[in-house]
């Protein structure tokens, strides 16, 4: 069967999906995910609003992983168009698009963000290591050569150095991209970087020592000093407004916004900034990225229209209204190839080999 009748031939099948909606069509596009891509996309749908004249997309906060289940559950007006990620699409969640039909999918990756640790700006000034974020959070510890359950209460039960006030961190819930990268970024290297990690680096294969970490350095403690705070971040900024001793974690979108009432905690002396993202020398960053149904394309009205001013310059460019929010650009060339990709319904390829 050759490429043009394929195409023809999924083409088909989406439309017939849609035929077997009801029948009025649906009038606007649908998003779901990331609540750190969210402003994002709030922002460029605003805009898009204002130049087409069309209704802005409905957008839903879910977490990236609850946003990828969603996305993947099929094509037709009753699932979404899009769906936002503060992670990579992982290999698992393509296979379960695929399973369900939803077969051609672009990638976007729209630039980067950093993951922030703040507190209120009535709290005192922090400056952690990622080790000591794992002592804080991990839900096991090393302690006399072997793993036991987390026994540190205080900041200063893991150092002197530290303020001599309980450790109460607000975070988001497994469903979140930002959990999935802050345990990657801040959990998986902290660990790594104790003396037990070490040793047990050098004694395991390479297999083994990935099983460990996976196993043992990305469950969070749930004994009360790290709580799951759910996807709005606005309500971690309530809580740290009414407690000045808790910090918080979320995007630097997030700290960026709301700087009038958060000021961060240094990573290793190191203050999350447009620069310091962008160079590497912030030590928890990450891509964020948006995904495309291509299957809804010239089907849901105005869905080109959106996807085509998310990637312009106007709005992530270096000089974009994107950045006013907090996203960190790509460089010239690798946003040419996005808007490429995004406009032309590229299909994305890293999980097909």
Known sequence: MNS?????????????????????????IKIVGSSTVYPYAQAVSEEFAKK???????????????GMKIFCKGIGEAHPDITNASRAMKKKEW????????????????????????????????DLTKAQIFKALAAEVPQDGKLVANPYKKWSDIDKSLPDAAITVYGPPPTSGTRDAFVELAMHKGCKGLDYFKAQKTSLD???????????????????????????????????????????????SFLFENQDKLKAVKISGVEPSFKTIADGSYGISRPL?????NAHRGVIKGLDEFIAEFVSEDAFGPE????????????????????EAATKSKGMTRHTN
Do not use: W
């Open 4 to 28: 043009r009748i394929v195409a023809l031939t999924a083409a088909a099948v989406a439309m017939g999906a849609f035929a077997s909606e009801p029948a009025q069509a649906r009038d606007h």
């Open 52 to 66: 087409s004249g069309k209704k802005a997309p409905v957008l839903e906060s879910t977490g990236t992983g609850g």
């Open 95 to 126: 296979e379960n698009c695929q399973k369900n039909g939803v077969k051609e999918i672009t990638e976007v990756h729209i630039g980067f963000d950093g993951l922030s640790i703040a507190l209120s700006r009535k709290g005192g000034d922090f």
């Open 206 to 252: 390479k297999k083994a020592f990935k099983k460990l970490v996976k196993d043992k350095c990305s469950r969070m403690r749930q004994d009360g000093p790290f709580i799951e705070a759910g996807e709005n971040d606005n309500l971690i900024v309530q809580r740290l407004d009414a407690d000045p001793k808790a910090l918080g974690i979320f995007g630097y």
């Open 289 to 293: 990225f948006f995904y495309i149904k």
């Open 320 to 339: 974009g209204y994107l950045t006013e929010r907090g996203l960190v650009a790509l460089a010239d060339d690798k946003r040419k190839a996005i808007h």
